[in-house]
DNA sequence: AATATTCTTTGATGTAAGTCAAATGAGTAC
DNA sequence: GTACTCATTTGACTTACATCAAAGAATATT
């Protein structure tokens, strides 16, 4: 595999009125709460489902629940009782040490899933903070396993997310072990605005939603540092920053320094 | 959680007829291919199954594999058909990046399973190295999703089993990305003698199956700064060190270095 | 037993990223 | 509009670890 961060992973394409919601933030009150009709269904949901099956399976998402910017979805120690499929909003996952190191985990968004980690011990072992407000699906475990006995397509899935996410986690410790940070940096960039392109958002622009001590702390990088190779990609033409918003110009050569060997 | 390594994971007792067989390296012939009377169960298979129930669950294993040390048990690329739980041997599983840059993502070690990361796409996207002659359980993915809708203690013990993967690469990520190099080498070390301990093995001695190299590539350091580290560690009395053969003199020390907080 | 090979240790030196510090800019509360 | 606060940028300097190099052990090969 490529090292670090998946750059060409793959998605269904996520049709224009799921778009539209996300970036209208509407509130969930206007969508009804189930699966079978949710526009974000493809990303969180197993597809190839009849539609009475799919009824079915609404019965996985028990509640909604809204988190504030800043506020926690859960923390590190609580019990465990459900993963949580993100409708709108953007989350951090994050360790810490008792001598209050932290470590963030990864970044999440629409239409994945979080709460893996509580599954091995009952209890959550890291903590997810909204980045901004958030609305996400609660899924009790219970229900899950319940209806993955019943829906070998399910089952399935839910094997390939907790199997995507240790991938996942291979390719952050690529990162980390082995390279510098300009190939961090790029290797971040090119991960996020691929992972919003999938959501139909642009695939040169974005706008982050974390600070730079959060981005460093993902990428093992202190703050000064990722604002420094935010200012080298500027002044080399490679990306056009102001605060927190990115564009970026030349995909390319983000991807040379990404990965030297798969590009021209 | 405490940042790095989990150094506490408790285990039910293993017997100790399980430790002489991993000792004497018995070959697979001496013994029944069944996770029924398989001394290492309690390590890769549910616990508390009637004897009924232990016999169909023996259906998951479909048959034995020798891996020769330096051998693949899997390759990145290869078609994924089955998880492996290790029953004589070590293991460490690796990614790399196409100019040749190598992580190592792991060390396994009997009663543990490996072959996850290739669930999502189908084909794995990790090396598995035998680093000892080793013996392996076949455990083709078709059985273990099959059984699993069976039995739901199967069911769950699957997904601990990968939560758990994932909570582990949590405290890595850690340990690369805000530890310091005596950190890192003292969370390994406990680590390591936890887990061999928990097999029967000595809970201060150890003779280490992977080079300075691996240990450094696992490690996020150079081997030279893992030999340097090991001999500061000596130099100060808290382990002994005779190339790979390891023994911690002041455990406490070490968890000290590792966890200043939660030691007096 | 001799030789080659691989692994480990140790020293000398280099450097990428960290630390410290100060200025600037944005966002928010009053 | 002014005063705070918090995030970001940039510069000057430091440092932990990497790199380069060479010698010494252990293991494998002949």
Known sequence: ??????????????????????????????????????????????????????????????????????????????????????????????????????????????????????????????????????????MPFANVEDLSREFPVLQRHVHKIMSREIVRENGVMMLLGNMRAEERVAAFLLNLVQRLHARGFSQSEMVLRMT????????????????RTFSKFSEDGIIEVKQRYVRILEPDALKKIFNPQTCS
């Open 1 to 138: 595999m490529a090292g670090g961060i998946s750059t060409n992973e793959t998605l269904n394409t996520v049709c224009f009125i799921s778009t539209l919601i996300i970036w209208l933030n509407m509130t969930p009150d206007t969508i009804k709460v189930a699966c079978s009709n949710c526009n974000l269904r493809e990303l969180c949901m197993p597809m190839g489902f009849n539609p009475e099956d799919m009824q079915k399976l609404d019965e996985v998402v028990a509640t909604r629940r809204r988190v504030k910017q800043g506020g926690m979805l859960f923390s590190s120690g609580d019990p465990f009782t459900s993963l949580y499929a993100i409708r709108t909003g953007f989350f951090k996952t994050c360790v810490s040490t008792e001598d209050g190191r932290e470590q963030v985990t990864g970044f999440q968004m629409a239409g994945e899933i979080i709460g893996l980690d509580g599954i091995v011990s009952d209890f959550h072992s890291c903590n997810a903070v909204a980045l901004e407000d958030a609305d996400v699906c609660v």
């Open 212 to 227: 730079r001590e959060e981005i460093g702390s993902y990428l093992g990088l202190k703050l000064e540092t990722v604002s």
